[in-house]
């Protein structure tokens, strides 16, 4: 497929948008220590899902999805252990 | 690129996860109405990203990837809704 940089930088900007989407709740979540409107069930299967999209791309050798993906996993992974931390302390409800 | 069918499935396995994966935390959202941990800088960021990715997908004609973003927009807008409403009414914090 061939597309005008438009389309391409269009890829570029949603990548970006949703990548950079969890560094925000990832801070709030750390500085305020407040979990309990926190999905457990979310982060725990956003989590997996991003490590397999991050194989995915090793796989098929799609650098852009790699790199993507291996930048969302730090907030994230962040947010799952902060609510896990919580859960299992008794501090956050489970759902 | 050619891959065996380990690979889509892959790739098929990771879309499904973090696509469901927003469900779950937009019916604790409106059921509890608890939007207090919830940043609103990451869903207003991640829900523009998800509207990129489906326009992008719509440019390039990627089925999956309209889809997938499609069905991801209901749970986030929906989860940035009540944000935004308890925002406006003053009951949760900005960031």
């Known amino acids: 497929m061939s597309h005008p940089p438009s389309v391409g930088l269009l890829g570029f900007l949603a990548a970006s948008l949703t990548t950079v989407s969890f560094?925000?709740?990832?801070?709030?979540?750390?500085?305020?220590?407040?979990?309990?409107?926190?999905?457990?069930?979310m982060y725990a299967l956003f989590t997996l899902g991003i490590s397999c999209w991050a194989l995915y791309g090793l796989v098929t050798r799609d650098g852009p999805l790699i790199v993507a993906n291996a930048i969302t996993l730090v907030p994230a992974g962040l947010i799952l252990e902060r609510k896990l931390r919580a859960v299992l302390a008794g501090r956050g409800r489970r759902t």
């Open 23 to 41: 560094f925000p709740q990832a801070i709030k979540t750390v500085r305020s220590g407040d979990t309990r409107g926190i999905s457990l069930p």
